[in-house]
């Protein structure tokens, strides 16, 4: 790889005291001299110190850092546009309140020079609070997904069946010319819990037979925050989950509707309804509790786009 290589995009709203950290963890990296690279903060519409905190970083510290603004709100959009502005060859996600381990840019550099590959995926440790929630299951048989963002698939460097995640991503830049941008539909706009645009994108790539590696030793460390340890913080992210579910596979073009919303989801949240009513332990009775809100999400979205006739036949699953 030669003169700029790599992009670092991280995009941020309204999270000016985090982003300062995550800058600082940036600049405490250790960088070769012959890995040429520049970061790039997208400001999604902040209003608050965004703008200084990344102007006192490109006066008093050493990172190749530019500022960019994006006034349309979202986190796609916001990606978009640090895609346009990017200049290296690899263009590599983070997000604006995470660490890195000192190697970590080194680490995605050795993935794409080692290894025939389109994208490459890191390591995300959760950095949990000293005390865990004890409804909080992140493994057996009510495990709950990743509403808190980890990534761990080892210690060794394999091929990913599945995407890598935003906070931790990296592409080719042909990548997008390729495949196109991320879905300005999909993901968080401003505080609205949507997702599913880092893994909407990593699956065209797969789809389309692409190569992506995980790289064990490229890791960031993730803060969990108070108030993602809450109940209601998975409630409505698993909502926002069945949303997205449509918006991105759709439904089988052959189901019987009424109002535009396929009669089979009708049964799925009664069943479901009544396993979280009558599940014999807490944790089961959590576990399927969520999945009525993921139905309901559901449910809300096809009727929503009933009229337009959007996602109406299933054209990709996630």
Known sequence: MNAQAITVVICTYNRAQSLARTLTSLQEMSVPPDLSWELIVVDNNSHDDTRRIVHDFMRSSELPLRYVWEGTQGLSRARNTGIKEARGEIVAFTDDDVTFDPHWLVSIRRAFQQYDCFGVGGKIVPLWPPKKPS?????????LM???VKLDLGE???????????????????????YGDFRPD????????????DTEFGRRLLGG?????????????????????TKGYFQCW??????????VGGFPEEA?????????????????FLKSTFSVNSRGRFYHKLHCYQIAGQIIEAYLSRRSGRYSVRNASF
Request: aromatic share 14%.
């Open 146 to 148: 990743d509403a808190i």
């Open 135 to 143: 409804w909080l299951e992140t493994d057996g048989q009510y495990r």
């Open 238 to 247: 698993y909502f926002n989950y069945g949303r997205v579910l449509v918006r």
């Open 209 to 229: 037979g692409e190569r992506v590696v995980y790289e064990p030793r490229a890791v960031v460390y993730h803060p969990v925050q108070k108030h993602r340890m």
């Open 186 to 197: 999909l993901d968080r706009v401003g505080y609205r819990l949507l997702c599913g645009g």
């Open 256 to 272: 019987a509707r009424y109002a535009g919303i396929p009669r089979y989801l009708f049964r799925e949240l009664l069943g479901t």
């Open 156 to 178: 060794e460097v394999l091929e990913m069946k599945n995407p890598p995640y935003g906070a931790n991503m990296a592409f080719r830049r042909a990548a997008f010319h390729k």
